[in-house]
């Protein structure tokens, strides 16, 4: 059968046709309007600037592989591996390229019914989300599971899927928002100037490959969404940006003090090829690296 999900072309909020492929052996609403799962499989999975308009939880079932995925408009590999669950909040945007077959589980629940069922306070209009496509949570992927089980055999009734909904919003929004910072009011980073110093001796060592998120965190041992809120309390930008700003700078010193082409100084800092490093350049700098090195030598 074909999916219910609502894939959505992000700029003219048309329905996008990049999921009619799927093949579903199973979907069910538990008689919840908002709420759906479903169980199926795909040969492939190729999307360009689109978006649900709802909660997005897949967790892979079988396979193993790798996609191409675009981030802060920047192409990333990433490495899927069985019971890995792609997170995505309302309206936020994808790009990834996935040609490889996938067996999933997906949930989808309306933000409506995810804020409904959480036990607290919500900032709505500064609450924030963690978009990921390789979350490994035993937790998480245990609750979307259990959801399945009720909603193939099970005979809870309504009681069981509220439960289950409460349940599961309370974790959610606890471990992948930023609710705990604006319940605690913190203004000082819990990042510290050896700990930023150790981060930058990382990129440093590391500037020719490409830099994930979950490894700057790791470094100071916060999660990932945790090390995003507090790195930007830190340094006043995000890591991407930061990053970026480490490989100007560098960039910057090896062209007036080397005569390296620019082709070999993209590769050694990381950019995809000299084009890339030209535009990123020249973005943050106004000048192209060759006006710079003609004006500073």
Sequence with gaps: MKTRLKFLDKTTKKRSACA???????????????????KGSSDYFVTNNVMTDAFFFSMELKHEFEWTIQVDGKERTVHSQVEDIWVNSPNSAFSHNNQHPAEFLVISIDAEIMFKHFMGYLPKD??????????????LGYMMKILLLEAQWGSSGEGFIDNWLKLFSNYYINNYSNIQTLENHVTQSIISKQQILVINEYIEEHISESISIEELADLVSLGKFHFLNEFKKSTGMTPYQYLIDFKIEKAKKELVETN????NIALSLGFSDSSHFTRTFKKHTHQTPKQYRQTKK
């Design 20 to 38: 009619d492929h799927f093949h579903i052996e199973f979907s069910c609403t538990l008689d919840r309007p908002g709420l759906l799962i479903e």
């Design 126 to 139: 500064k609450l924030l989300f963690l978009n990921d496509y390789n979350i490994y949570d035993e937790r």
């Design 260 to 263: 390296d082409t620019l082709v």
